[in-house]
Nanobody, 121 residues
Framework: QVQLVESGGGLVQAGGSLRLSCAAS????????MGWFRQAPGKEREFVAG?????DYTDSVKGRFTISRDNAKNTVYLQMKSLKPEDTAVYYC?????????????????WGQGTQVTVSS
């Protein structure tokens, strides 16, 4: 079992920044592909970013968001800059024990509880 705990969400004005963190349990964190997804009210959950040996991003966040990981701390981060109201959503951390980054939520085995990000205009 892998437990994921997100933190760092909150309320920020448009143009501001936030850094999300996701702490994972387990001894083989370095072998997991990690992803961030988000879900806005009334919308489907969507892929935001993923990382294994390299990072991948959805087009709408490229150049604004950066995903990174610290395997020594079993933690993955999502640095978000130049935030827009349309970034408002619950952000979820996910882990894939297959070790492959994917934009499809079904490819991830484990999920955190989510953290709310609200960007005001």
């Amino acid at each position: 079992q892998v437990q994921l705990v997100e933190s760092g969400g909150g309320l920020v004005q448009a143009g501001g920044s936030l850094r999300l963190s996701c702490a994972a349990s387990g001894r083989t964190f370095s072998s997991y592909a990690m992803g961030w997804f988000r879900q806005a009210p009334g919308k489907e959950r969507e892929f935001v970013a993923g990382i294994m040996w390299s990072a991948d991003y959805t087009d709408s966040v490229k150049g604004r968001f950066t995903i990174s990981r610290d395997n020594a701390k079993n933690t993955v981060y999502l640095q978000m800059k130049s935030l827009k109201p349309e970034d408002t959503a619950v952000y979820y951390c996910a882990a894939s024990t297959r070790g492959l980054v994917a934009a499809t939520s079904g490819r991830y085995n484990y999920w955190g509880q989510g953290t709310q990000v609200t960007v005001s205009s």
